[in-house]
């Protein structure tokens, strides 16, 4: 309770992302990268169940709700040439 209860909870980890405006195409090119990891966990999860001789959309149903987090952390630009062995 000292953090606010579940809905405190869930509202962090179900809010609204937050894109950065530099470079343009960023959300862009993060959403499809993380459209095509849903595609191979949906594969995976295919596999799996194959591999358990259950039928391949057996856990289809469990998967209705995704939930990602993709953290990028900003590095600024080297001054210089990498040094040996970095």
Do not use: C
């Not at 596999?47 to 998967?63: E, K, N, V, W, Y």
């Not at 990028?72 to 040439?81: D, H, K, L």
């Amino acid at each position: 309770e000292g953090f606010g209860g579940a809905d405190a909870l869930r509202s962090l980890a179900f809010g609204r992302n937050q894109w950065p405006s530099d470079p343009p195409q960023f959300k862009a090119v993060a959403l499809r990268y993380v459209a095509m990891l849903l595609q191979l966990g949906a594969k995976l999860m295919e596999a799996i169940a194959r591999g358990l001789d259950l039928p391949a959309d057996h856990f289809t149903p469990s998967m209705d709700r995704s939930f990602w987090i993709l953290r990028t952390i900003y590095y600024p630009q080297q001054a210089g040439p990498e040094a040996p062995g970095q």
